[in-house]
């Protein structure tokens, strides 16, 4: 969108669903970022990102990012911004606001929505031939870097359940959709807890993460169902052993309600739950007993990946 001002460019505003892992194994042995990423299985949820991105000429690069209206330093974002504006040979002052409904640090996928959000913006703006698969490799590239995601990017810029069957950025990992056939609610609760950084680089925790995956990930893809994602993420999280003690009163009590599609999500202090719409209520007031009341959100499934919006 082209907009009037003395120097501004351009302006572009793009969405990005939330996306919850349920099981991942890690693949970042590989040279290239764009080759590293992770298996596993997830899914995107309607929460999300809405990213505004302002270019204006300038003789140096300058970044500013706001989240939710609070200037935020972030790596991830500028990481993006500065590769595909290299790329275009362009100079800029940049503006990103990123206004969320999804908490930082949760394992929402608020950093890769983060990313992918300004890389859809700014390739719009700045690529005369805009490739939404260039701009997504441009927002896993900075994650992997980074050390912030492996594999959210992938499946945000896709949508639905997935199992990610093949790592890497978005046109080289492989990812397939499990059908959903039934209209769930998806029920969140989480704080921040877990740094996604200092598990990723945690030679301990690495190892019990891809010994798990690697035998659970062969079931899920012999049965790709929803029914059984949650039952494989649920294997997964206990096998691991880095959820806390929040998390596991709290699956402890979703189960004694018969509210047991439900696991820990990758990588937080935070739960999934998915139940039937005259079950929500329920849920939300389950988990509103070990998260703050506006730390438990209520949403669903979104079969549709990041995007264009202006």
């Known amino acids: 969108m ?17 996306h919850i892992t349920g099981i991942f194994r890690i693949h970042d042995e590989h040279e290239d970022p764009l080759r590293c990423g992770s298996i596993g299985a997830g899914f995107c949820v309607d929460i999300g990102t809405t990213t505004t991105v302002k270019l204006v000429d300038s003789t140096k690069l300058e970044v500013s990012v706001a989240y939710n209206g609070r200037p935020i330093n ?24 990123h206004e969320s409904m999804l908490p930082i640090g949760v394992g929402y996928g608020a950093s890769g929505a983060g990313a992918l959000g300004t890389a859809i913006a700014i390739s719009s703006l700045v690529d005369a031939k805009y490739d939404p698969l260039d701009a997504a490799r441009h927002a896993h590239y900075a994650e992997v870097v980074n050390h912030t995601g492996l594999g959210d990017v992938i499946a945000q810029t896709t949508g639905g359940v997935e199992i990610r069957i093949k790592p890497g950025a978005p046109g080289i990992g492989e990812l397939v959709k499990i059908p959903v056939n039934e209209s769930f609610k998806i029920v969140l609760a989480g704080a921040p807890g877990l740094e996604t950084k200092n598990v990723l680089t945690n030679r301990e925790h690495r190892g019990r993460i891809i010994t798990s995956a690697d035998e659970l990930m062969e079931e899920i893809r012999a049965n790709p169902t929803v029914d059984s994602f949650i039952h494989y993420s649920k294997q997964f999280a206990y096998s691991i052993a880095l959820m806390t003690p929040r998390v596991q009163s709290a699956l402890n009590e979703l189960k004694a309600a018969e509210l047991d599609d439900s696991s820990m999500v ?45």
Not at 2 to 18: I, W
Not at 74 to 96: D, F, G, M, S
Not at 286 to 309: A, N, Y
């Open 2 to 18: 082209k907009s009037q001002g003395e120097n501004l460019l351009d302006t572009a505003q793009a969405f990005v669903p939330g």
């Open 74 to 97: 972030a790596p991830v974002t500028t990481t993006v911004i500065q590769r595909l504006l290299q790329q275009h040979h362009r100079v800029c002052k940049v503006e990103v606001d």
């Open 266 to 310: 990758m990588l937080g202090d935070s739960i999934f739950c998915f139940c039937q719409d005259d079950e929500s209520e329920q849920a939300v007031g389950i988990l509103s007993k070990f998260w703050d009341p506006d730390q438990v959100q209520l949403t669903g499934i979104s079969e549709d990946g990041g995007r264009l919006v202006l």
